[in-house]
């Protein structure tokens, strides 16, 4: 009896078979790849379309700005221009919507800043009134320069409407025998009155030569309501009413 080999047995395989497996598992990955480049190709389409419709949007109005000659104004019911049209001021004044939210902020130089806030006031004798009872001359005022309101002359006084700092000065010119003259300046506000600053001269006893001006300055905080006041200790007394020699003043600082 034959003895049979085992490569007799075993079935044999056509030789162009054994490939087969591979070339579809290359198919299979060269469709995924193809299928991978069409959706990134359309992505890329759609975001450049949504590009090109944004920049049309952005021209025309663009457009429509330069018809108008500017972009619409804050305050009048009309909504803020887009961010990219907005300077670091309009963007205070807008909120996230785009809508108004509160008026814009004026911007002042600092020259324009002293000058909106600064008072000053430059007065002049018009005549005198002497007291005799409490032995005092108190000199009426009247304005040479006012800036602000923060200042007003009334007659015999000085009424200050905006507190703050304030440079004083005054100055007397007597023209009298009397052994000594002097002025004083008071405050009267805040429930209580006060001597600001007073100055006191001699004078000669000829009357040729009988001529001394009294000039005192200080700087002072003053409040709204404050009167401030220019008396004379001395009833009847003799003054220049020239508005180079007799003066008072203030200015805020």
Not at 25 to 53: D, E, I, R
Request: a positive charge; hydrophobic letters at 35%; aromatic letters at 6%.
């Amino acid at each position: 009896m034959l003895a049979s080999s085992p490569s007799s047995i075993a079935p044999r395989v056509p030789p162009g078979h054994m490939g087969a497996p591979a070339r579809e598992l290359a198919l299979s990955v060269a469709l995924w790849l193809s299928w991978g480049a069409a959706l990134g190709a359309l992505a890329c389409a759609m975001a450049l379309l949504t590009q090109q419709a944004e920049l049309q949007a952005l021209r025309r109005e663009v457009s429509g700005l330069r018809r108008t000659g500017g972009p619409p104004r804050k305050g009048n019911g009309q909504p803020c221009q887009s961010l990219r049209e907005q300077s670091p001021e309009d963007l205070e004044g807008c909120g996230e919507n785009g809508e108004p939210t509160r008026r814009r902020r004026a911007l002042l130089t600092p020259k324009q800043k002293k000058q909106h806030s600064s008072s000053a006031l430059h007065l002049v004798p018009v005549n005198t009134t002497s007291k005799e009872d409490s032995d005092v001359t108190e000199v009426m005022w009247q304005p040479a320069l006012r800036r602000g309101r923060g200042l007003e002359a009334r007659g015999y006084v000085v009424r200050v409407w905006d507190s703050g700092i304030y440079l004083l000065y005054s100055q007397v010119l007597f023209h009298d025998v009397t052994f000594t003259m002097g002025q004083v300046v008071s405050r009267k506000g805040q429930g209580r009155e006060e001597t600001l600053f007073r100055c006191i001269r001699s004078m000669p006893s000829n009357p040729d030569r009988a001529y001394s001006s009294c000039y005192s300055a200080g700087v002072f905080r003053l409040h709204r309501g404050d009167i401030l006041s220019v008396i004379i200790p001395r009833a009847g007394a003799k003054l220049s009413l020239s508005p180079h020699g007799t003066f008072l003043g203030l200015v805020k600082l």
